[in-house]
Structure formats: C-alpha cells, structure tokens
C-alpha cells in the first residue's frame, strides 16, 4: 500500500483534458511544496514532468500542469495526445523521506 | 549531458546481500545535489530507497533502514547500494537518481535484480 493515493485509472479521448488527484496528509503532500510527477511508458524510466507542485522542468510540454490544495495535489494533462497514455505517479517530500503514490494509468481513448 | 547508468548482478540468492552501482557521467556528484535509489517490483510503484548529499549525508526510507547503506565512490563518480538479507520481495527495478528537494530530475536506465535461489 502506497503513502499517497491516486485513482488507478483515468481515461479521456484525444484533445481532452485529463485531472489526477494525489491525497497525502499533512504531514506530506499538505506540508511542503515539494510534490513531484512522473510519467512512465512500459518498459522505461520514469520521467520527471512537474516538480514543486507546478514548475515544469524544460522540454515538458505546458499542457502539463501542476496544482495542489490542502493535502492533495493535482496534474492535469490537457490537450491530450495519444503519447500521453502512460503510468503517471506522484511523490512528495516527508519529513526526511520521500513518499509515491501508487500510480495512475492514463488511457487515451 | 549527464547521465546516469546502473550496474550490478541480476541475480542476488534470499539473506544475501544486493550490490549496485550507478556511474554518474557529465558532472561531478560531489559537486551538488542529492542522489538516490529508487525500487519497482515488477508490475508495481515506485518505492523510495533512499538518498545521499553530494558532502554525504544520507537519508533512508525507516521500513529498509536496518538493511540498507548508500555510499559515494568519489575517485570513480559514482554511487552505490547496498541492500543486505535480501529475500524474494527485494525482486524489483533500481534506479538511481539525481534529486533535488525531493524531486529526481534525472534517472537512470535501471537494472533488474532477482532474489531467486
């Protein structure tokens, strides 16, 4: 059992735009601004695609956006492409450790 | 461009210990950052290791705590991961990381290790 929770599966057709959420606590996701996303194609590493909470590292596209309220935080996939379909997980910084969620897979209709 | 490349056995018998090693090229680890291990059993999340600072100092997930130690070969510029009394449930993909609060910006190919007799 992860520290953070995602939904298992989110699906949108192309041009759409999909929201995953990543519930911690306040003593994770709620207490710092370090919440990070990773996208993940079979087979291959995961690749950073938002780092405290909403920046995007360079040559993410910007329909990768970031967001977090209380404790849970959000990326949302808009505009979506058929590469986009991939594992996507969360992480956070936790007292002196880092916590993930158990990921969430993204079918693109 | 910096890259990350891990190394080690395939394949590690249960209450052995599990050795990796990830070579850092494009940049000095002793330089900044942090630099960690990250785990993926098979069809799984992500699980993290732990992490070192580039003067380091290391920071260990509590439930491998007891069992793991991560070290900075300088001379060589790279990490390493030792993972001790290994059973089948230590079966996973290891990567290591650059980190920077919290977050790994860069990662490597990663490598399989078995726990299999």
């Known amino acids: 059992q992860s520290d953070l929770t995602q939904p298992p599966s989110a699906a949108g057709s192309p041009g759409q735009s999909v929201t995953i959420p990543c519930t911690g606590t306040s003593s994770d996701v709620g207490g710092y601004n370090y919440v990070s996303w990773y996208q993940q194609h079979p087979g291959k590493a995961p690749k950073l695609m938002i780092y405290e909470v909403s920046k995007r590292p360079s040559g993410v596209p910007d329909r990768f956006s970031g967001s977090k309220s209380g404790n849970t935080a959000s990326l949302t996939v808009s505009g979506l492409q058929a590469e986009d379909e991939a594992d996507y997980y969360c992480g956070s910084q936790a007292d002196s450790k880092v916590v993930f969620g158990g990921g969430t897979k993204v079918t693109v209709l | ?117």
Not at chain 2, 80 to 85: A, E
């Open chain 2, 1 to 117: 461009q910096m890259q990350l490349q891990e190394s080690g056995p395939g394949l590690v018998k249960p209450s052995e210990t599990l050795s990796l090693t990830c070579a850092v090229s494009g940049y000095s680890i002793t330089s900044d950052y942090y630099w960690g291990w990250i785990r993926q059993p098979p069809g799984k999340g992500l699980e993290w290791i732990g992490s070192i600072s580039h003067s380091g100092r290391t920071y260990y997930n509590p439930s491998l705590k007891s069992r793991v130690t991560i070290s900075i070969d300088t001379y060589n510029n790279q990490l390493s991961l030792r993972l001790n009394s290994v059973t089948a449930a230590d079966t996973a993909v290891y990567y290591c990381a650059r980190d920077v609060r919290s977050a790994q910006h860069y990662w490597g190919q990663g490598t399989l290790v078995t726990v299999s007799s």
